[in-house]
C-alpha cells in the first residue's frame, strides 16, 4: 500500500506510470486503452490542474457521467429482471441501488480514497468522496472503453455482489422520509432540534432531539445535521415500528 500511495507524490502521473495502470487495470479488471480518463477520474479540484486545452483536470465532469451510466445500467438490468414492476417500482428500486450511501459503500471497498490526487488530506474528505470518486471512475470506463465495458464493470462491482431484489424490497432508503410521511398520516405534529454538540476530540458534531406530538422520542449526534437527523429518525422508526408497519 505504501508504494501506491507513494505515485500521487509525484508531480504528475503520465501515461508511462506503471504503477498507476497497474493499480487501475486491477481495479477494473481489464487494461486501460487510455490512461488519461483514469488520471482525471482520480485528480481532486484542489489540484487546480488544468488539461491542455485550459480545461479544469478532475473527476467531476466524470462523476456526472458515471451516474448517468449507472442509472442507464442498473435501469436495463431491473426492466429485465422484473418484468412485472411497474414505473413506480423501478424507479424506487434504482434509487435504492444508487443511493449515496450504497456508493460510498462501492467506493470505501475498493479502497478508491488511496489513489486520489489532491492537496486536501485524505482525512478531512467528507464521507462522499467515495461515491464520488466511483462515479467518476464509472464514466472514465465509458470513456475510455465504450458501453459494453462500462456495463461490465458495473455488473461485476455492483449487481453481482450487491443486488439481491428481494432484499432490496425490504430497505429502507431514509428513516426520515418514511417517519416524516407516517406522522403526516396519522396527523402528528413532529420536530427536529437541531444543535451544536462539540466532543473533546475537536471535531464538530451536531445534536438532535426528534419530538412527535411535543414528545421526545430519539436523540442522536452526528458529524453532519442530515446523518444526525437520520440517526435519530432510524431510532424513532423502531420505537414505532410496529404502528408504522402496520399501516
Known amino acids: 500500500m505504501k508504494i501506491l500511495k507513494n505515485i500521487f507524490t509525484k508531480k504528475s502521473r503520465s501515461s508511462e506510470d506503471g504503477i498507476f495502470f497497474t493499480a487501475i487495470q486491477n481495479i477494473i479488471g481489464f487494461k486501460p486503452k487510455a490512461i488519461y480518463y483514469y488520471e482525471k477520474a482520480f485528480t481532486h479540484r484542489s489540484t487546480n490542474k488544468m488539461d491542455s486545452k485550459g480545461n479544469p483536470m478532475n473527476y467531476e465532469r466524470l462523476e456526472f457521467l458515471g451516474d448517468a451510466m449507472l442509472s442507464a445500467v442498473i435501469a436495463a438490468h431491473l426492466y429485465n429482471e422484473v418484468p412485472t414492476g411497474d414505473e413506480g417500482y423501478l424507479t424506487k428500486m434504482r434509487s435504492k441501488i444508487v443511493s449515496r450511501e450504497h456508493l460510498n459503500e462501492l467506493g470505501r471497498d475498493l479502497d478508491l480514497i488511496h489513489y486520489i490526487d489532491s492537496k486536501v488530506p485524505t482525512q478531512h474528505f467528507g464521507e462522499n468522496i467515495h461515491g464520488n470518486i466511483f462515479e467518476a471512475l464509472v464514466g472514465a470506463i465509458f470513456l475510455d472503453k465504450g458501453y459494453e465495458f462500462c456495463e461490465k464493470f458495473i455488473q461485476k462491482s455492483v449487481i453481482i455482489p450487491y443486488v439481491n431484489i428481494a432484499r432490496l424490497e425490504g430497505k429502507v432508503i ?36 426528534l419530538s412527535i406530538d411535543d414528545k421526545v422520542i430519539a436523540k442522536a449526534r452526528a458529524t453532519s445535521k442530515k446523518k444526525a437527523e437520520e440517526k435519530a429518525s432510524q431510532r424513532a422508526f423502531f420505537a414505532f415500528q410496529e404502528k408504522i408497519e402496520n399501516k
Open 174 to 209: 431514509s428513516y426520515k422520509s418514511l417517519l416524516i410521511e407516517w406522522c403526516q398520516k396519522e396527523k402528528k405534529t413532529f420536530h427536529y432540534d437541531v444543535f451544536d454538540d462539540n466532543g473533546n476530540d475537536g471535531q464538530k458534531y451536531f445534536g438532535v432531539k
